[in-house]
């Protein structure tokens, strides 16, 4: 893993942190008192009209389901998150996908009761942002969204480590890069502040001449294939390793 490739809450914001032993300290788990929040609003019923409805409605169906599954990584999202086979890729720990189809972070904030799972998750990863800027959202819109969900995030799992993951570059996107980075400057920059971790995932999917690398990305040049993923989880499975250890019993097992 590049370790040029994550910036973390207690990092300067556009700064590198290095290596990743230090980590551990890095996550801020204790908790800033919050006000006291209004009674929360029922569940938005799926519109019928949105693409997606049907994978909203199994979300809620999931979480009526059976025993929720209790300190599990919740990771929410767009198709980025859903198309990763998350269950595989961390099958050290229980996880939750909470992905769909082309969500936008308005989409997200929108329907976000019906995407939160019953128990309190352990972790918290998001990627959602890039379909804002496709659809014609500016960078500070779509900065200004992802800063509300993350903060209502924090509010909702005031201990529970949360990363950002950048938005990432694609072959069909690329004209899009700049604003993307100007968005996860901006994200960066709020890591320390809202107590967020702020990941960077997109320069893994970079080739030596800069451009997104085509060997990683599916056939349609913006969703990724299997290698592309394990460039995602090595990050990702590095910063869960640190905010959430394993149990000793495990490790030992292990």
């Given at each position: 893993m590049r370790t040029a490739n994550i910036i973390f809450a207690r990092s300067t914001a556009t700064k590198g942190a290095g290596r990743l032993g230090g980590i551990g300290a890095a996550m801020l788990l204790g908790c800033a008192p919050f006000a006291a929040a209004a009674a929360p609003a029922p569940a938005p019923t799926a519109d019928p009209s949105f693409p997606f409805s049907n994978e909203i409605e199994a979300f809620a169906k999931a979480n009526n389901a059976g025993q929720p599954q209790r300190d599990a990584a919740l990771f929410l999202g767009s198709s980025s998150i859903r198309m990763w086979d998350i269950a595989s890729s961390f099958s050290d720990i229980g996880t939750v996908n909470r992905g769909f189809g082309g969500a936008t972070t308005p989409d997200v904030l929108h329907y976000y009761p019906r995407l939160l799972?019953?128990?309190?998750?352990?972790?918290?990863?998001?990627?959602?942002?890039?379909?804002?800027?496709?659809?014609?959202?500016?960078?500070?819109?779509?900065?200004?969204?992802?800063?509300?969900?993350?903060?209502?995030?924090?509010?909702?799992?005031?201990?529970?480590?949360?990363?950002?993951?950048?938005?990432?570059?694609?072959?069909?996107?690329?004209?899009?890069?700049?604003?993307?980075?100007?968005?996860?400057?901006?994200?960066?920059?709020?890591?320390?502040?809202?107590?967020?971790?702020?990941?960077?995932?997109?320069?893994?999917?970079?080739?030596?001449?800069?451009?997104?690398?085509?060997?990683?990305?599916?056939?349609?040049?913006?969703?990724?294939?299997?290698?592309?993923?394990?460039?995602?989880?090595?990050?990702?499975?590095?910063?869960?390793?640190?905010?959430?250890?394993?149990?000793?019993?495990?490790?030992k097992a292990s």
């Open positions: 799972p019953p128990a309190p998750p352990r972790a918290v990863v998001v990627y959602v942002g890039d379909n804002d800027l496709a659809a014609g959202s500016t960078p500070d819109k779509v900065a200004r969204d992802l800063l509300t969900l993350l903060k209502r995030l924090r509010a909702d799992y005031p201990r529970a480590p949360i990363a950002f993951l950048s938005l990432k570059p694609s072959p069909i996107r690329w004209t899009l890069h700049p604003k993307m980075v100007q968005v996860n400057s901006a994200i960066a920059a709020r890591a320390k502040a809202e107590r967020f971790d702020y990941l960077d995932v997109g320069a893994t999917l970079l080739a030596p001449d800069g451009l997104p690398d085509a060997s990683l990305f599916r056939s349609d040049g913006l969703h990724m294939n299997a290698r592309g993923y394990q460039r995602w989880t090595k990050i990702v499975d590095e910063w869960l390793d640190h905010v959430v250890p394993l149990p000793a019993a495990t490790q």
